[in-house]
């Protein structure tokens, strides 16, 4: 997996992707595959991901509360509140696809 997210980065460092950021979008995947135990990232997982961003917006939703729950005891909950996760979600279909 560590593979697929350096490429990631890498992807995300090009020209059209909001630059500086590679590496916190790479982050944020790595987190959500933890939260979702997903240990290989592959089109299966990336639907998988893609179908929980809704919730992963939505604030009130269930989902949103648990992994801030998560992140929050790794100390990692900014990747979430800051909107890293959303973020590189909208950018990794397109990586995979």
């Known amino acids: 997996m560590q593979k697929i997210l350096r490429k990631f980065e890498e992807y995300c460092k ?6 500086g950021k590679a590496r916190s979008y790479s982050n944020a995947i790595a987190y959500l595959c933890d939260y979702l135990g997903i240990s290989a990232i592959d089109e299966k997982s990336v639907s998988y991901m893609k179908s929980k961003e809704n919730e992963i917006k939505d604030k009130t939703s269930a989902l949103y509360k648990d992994l801030l729950e998560f992140l929050s005891s790794r100390g ?3 990747y979430l509140t800051k909107g890293w996760i959303k973020a590189a979600l909208s950018y990794l279909y397109n990586f995979i696809g």
């Open 14 to 19: 090009t020209p059209g992707i909001e630059s």
């Open 76 to 78: 990692q909950k900014s």
